[in-house]
Structure formats: structure tokens, C-alpha cells
């Protein structure tokens, strides 16, 4: 059976999680994983991160060398 959202009481005051989700309906629409930056939760318009500043910093760890894909030395390059 599905589960209803909490009803709004009109006081314009939401819970925290909601205040949250605010953020990602200006942005659009959430996704189920966070953002591997900060952990809030993603938005489609930026998927996987939650906003463009996520997106621009991870983008500058690539191009500062702060991330590495680990490579496995090959032997065999000296064979010839």
C-alpha cells in the first residue's frame, strides 16, 4: 500500500527534511544517490551532484591531478 506524504499545515514552517528538498525542486527533480561531494541528495539537472558548485569542484579535482584511476604495471613493456 502506498504511503502519503505529510499533509502541510499552511504555517509556511516545514521540517527539515523538507527544507531540504526545496533546494533540489529549484534545481530539479532528486535523485535516489547523493552527491559524492557533500552528500546531499542529487538532482537530476546535475546528476550526480546536487548543484553546479558540486559539479565545478569535482571537476577541478580531475584537472589538478587530485584524482588517479590506479594502473597495474605491465612487465611486458621492456620485452621487446
Do not use: Q
Not at 561531494?37 to 542529487?42: D, L, N, Q, R, S
Not at 551532484?49 to 604495471?73: G, T
Amino acid at each position: 500500500m502506498p504511503v502519503k506524504p505529510p499533509a502541510h499545515d499552511g504555517s509556511g514552517k516545514g521540517s527539515a527534511s523538507e527544507a531540504g528538498k526545496e533546494v533540489g525542486r529549484k534545481t530539479g527533480k532528486e535523485t535516489g544517490k547523493p552527491c559524492p561531494i557533500c552528500g546531499k541528495p542529487a538532482v537530476e539537472a546535475s546528476r550526480p551532484f546536487c548543484s553546479e558548485r558540486c559539479r565545478d569542484v569535482d571537476l577541478n579535482r580531475w584537472l589538478s591531478n587530485s584524482y588517479a584511476i590506479p594502473a597495474a604495471k605491465d612487465d611486458d613493456e621492456d620485452a621487446d
